[in-house]
């Protein structure tokens, strides 16, 4: 493709496992890598190599990229840009501050994070959370432009981070509890300019959706007209949430782009009868146009938070018989999704976590979940007992896809709650949540799992409990090792084939950001973001004490400060020289 520089280099700088090019390693997002220095042998002999504070208290997500002898990472708000030197980790090549917006943290639902930064055509572009996108210098840090994504007055952050796929940095919104119709919109890498959008909901020219063309992959068949209005009351479609906060990844040889969209506003379903499309929907469009190639919406007409966001892994399964282009999702609302990449069609949907209630399965015909009707919520009752809780059975922690034993290891929660949804007006600007939520370990009493999970046929094959949520995210690597973090801030490498923990170090906070590997001058390193917060521990992070404070999520989790503090610290890991090199 003649507009595909930067997508070109990107493909062919992907396929390099020294570096760690973009925010999910590769634009199929396996978080996997070929390095194997460090392995399920040695791995009990890593060390800290270097550490470097982040200057920040608040959550910290995402994680470095690493470009030749670069490392760039972003912190949460006030979301600073560091650049280090690896052969120089001692100093801070450059510090990039964007300017400060106070309207923004008390619009952020779920803490002032940031998911990371995106590397293309010698710049970096970054999220900050105001919504103002910014394309860096890679060598200077200096802004080369920067393009207004939205409105902290009217609700609307960024927390995500960017994916450059050819000339365009494609980037999402947030903002779904006030109201925020969400959107994803690609910029042109050099100029700034907008170059598409595609709303969630809304006609045709905002969704970008042909009704002709469009598959919905639930039927098979086209959307039809008016496929998102006709499934709202009037015109609470325009409040109506779908944001797209979330992961992306990309396909190149079907040219197409995968992310999910989120709740519908409000959290009360009441207020919203119909099924809210395109809400909670499975998202391909063409990357250069935003056309949209399918949709598939995995919970119509939420009554539970459920949003749709995270991310899409790319891979190929075997379906009878033959080898077909798949994608593998966790939702947020129980469910593994495996569908056929191409056209959306379902191809394996299981529940990961045994405890999900709040439907009984997905039904053949509609491919739609059965919704057990005593955990359906509406507005003036208290549903109780609802599993999984609004943060899901997996949040916005990514898995990782180890193309060796072809399982998923995945960083999961395990709650339920109690969920009283009651009617609320819309106020750009303020919360349009309308739902009273308290959430509770699952049945066990653990909060946490990591597990090794085949998609196809839903079968975990081991597991790990953890008390408090794991909200980081996992890497794999040919060294047959996953690694994770814990929200009590341990620092894990695990053995793929037995879940036997191989290596663990406390880290000077809670982990929620998601490990990378890199090579630097023949050695290995794995690198991770350690600072509590998240939705997960908003309660810390915030300083909040409420039980049903930072939208249920405080009273869960009031014991962690018994095991970790507040603190931005990025840990860097290697083993020490005389293992590396015997290897
Ligand atoms: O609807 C939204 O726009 C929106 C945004 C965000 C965000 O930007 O972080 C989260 C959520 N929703 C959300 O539902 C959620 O569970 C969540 C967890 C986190 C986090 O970083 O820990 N953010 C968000």
């Not at 409105?151 to 994916?163: C, E, I, R």
């Not at 395990?414 to 303020?430: E, I, P, R």
Request: charged share 15%; aromatic share 12%; proline share 7%.
């Amino acid at each position: 493709a003649t507009s595909g520089s930067a997508n070109e280099s990107l493909l062919q700088m992907q396929k390099n496992p020294n570096d760690w090019v973009m925010p999910t390693g590769t634009y199929n997002n396996w978080r996997y890598s070929t390095l194997d220095q460090i392995n399920s042998k040695n791995v009990k002999n890593l060390q800290v190599a270097w550490t470097m504070s982040t200057g920040t208290d608040r959550g910290l997500e995402g994680q470095p990229i690493v470009i030749g002898d670069m490392m760039y990472y972003e912190t949460s708000y006030p979301n600073y840009v560091y650049a280090v030197n690896l052969n120089h980790p001692d100093q801070i090549a450059w510090k990039y501050t964007p300017p400060r917006d106070s309207n923004a943290p008390p619009v952020a639902c779920c803490d002032v994070v940031n998911r990371g930064p995106a590397y293309g055509d010698g710049m970096i572009f970054v999220d900050a959370l105001d919504a103002r996108l910014y394309a860096l210098n890679a060598k200077t840090g200096k802004v080369v432009w920067s393009a207004d994504n939205g409105h902290p007055k009217d609700g609307q952050t960024m927390t995500g981070a960017p994916m450059v796929v050819g000339n365009n940095v494609i980037v999402g919104i947030a903002g779904g509890e006030y109201g925020v119709r969400g959107y994803i919109t690609a910029y042109n890498i050099h100029t700034g300019k907008m170059v598409w959008r595609g709303y969630s909901e809304g006609p045709s020219k905002d969704t970008l959706i042909d009704p002709a063309t469009t598959i919905n992959g639930a039927t098979g068949k086209p959307v039809g007209p008016h496929s998102s209005i006709k499934t709202w009351k009037g015109d609470e479609w325009k409040v109506g949430g779908g944001t797209t906060w979330g992961w992306y990844s990309y396909d190149p040889k079907l040219n197409l782009i995968y992310y999910g969209s989120g709740n519908p506003g409000t959290w009360n379903p009441s207020q919203r009868p119909g099924k809210n499309r395109w809400s909670m929907t499975i998202w391909a469009r063409n990357p250069e146009t935003g056309k949209v190639k399918w949709v598939y919406q995995m919970t119509p007409h939420d009554g539970w938070d459920y949003d749709g966001v995270n991310e899409m892994v790319l891979v190929n399964v075997k379906y009878h018989g033959k080898e077909v282009p798949a994608l593998v999702h966790f939702d947020r609302n129980g469910f593994s999704y495996v569908m056929n990449r191409e056209n959306g069609s379902p191809i394996a949907i299981h529940k990961y976590d045994p405890s999900v209630n709040w439907a009984t399965g997905i039904n053949p015909k509609t491919n739609e979940p059965i919704v057990d009707p005593a955990k359906m919520t509406e507005a003036g009752k208290d549903v109780k007992d609802i599993c999984p809780s609004s943060q899901g059975d997996k949040d916005e922690q990514p898995v990782s896809y180890d193309p060796k034993t072809g399982l998923f290891y995945a960083p999961l929660n395990h709650l339920c709650m109690s969920y009283q949804a009651f009617n609320v007006k819309y106020k750009a600007g303020f919360p349009f949540v309308g739902a009273i939520v308290n959430m509770i370990p699952g049945p066990g009493g653990y909060r946490g799992r990591f597990i090794a999970y085949n998609p196809m046929t839903g079968k975990t094959e081991w597991q790990i409990h953890d008390m408090f949520q794991d909200w980081g995210g996992a890497l794999t690597t040919a060294g047959n090792v996953a690694f994770y973090g814990t929200l009590k801030g341990m620092f894990r490498a695990v053995d793929i084939k037995t879940g036997k923990i191989l290596y663990q170090f406390k880290t000077p906070s809670g982990i929620i950001g998601n490990p990378i590997t890199y090579m630097h001058d023949g050695k290995q390193y794995v690198a991770v973001l350690s600072g509590v917060g998240g939705w997960a521990a908003i309660g810390m992070a915030d300083n909040l004490h409420k039980s049903s404070a930072g939208l249920g999520a405080v009273g869960l989790n009031a014991t962690l400060t018994d095991y970790t503090n507040l603190g931005g610290t990025l840990m860097v890991f290697s083993l020490p020289s005389k293992v590396a090199s015997a290897n």
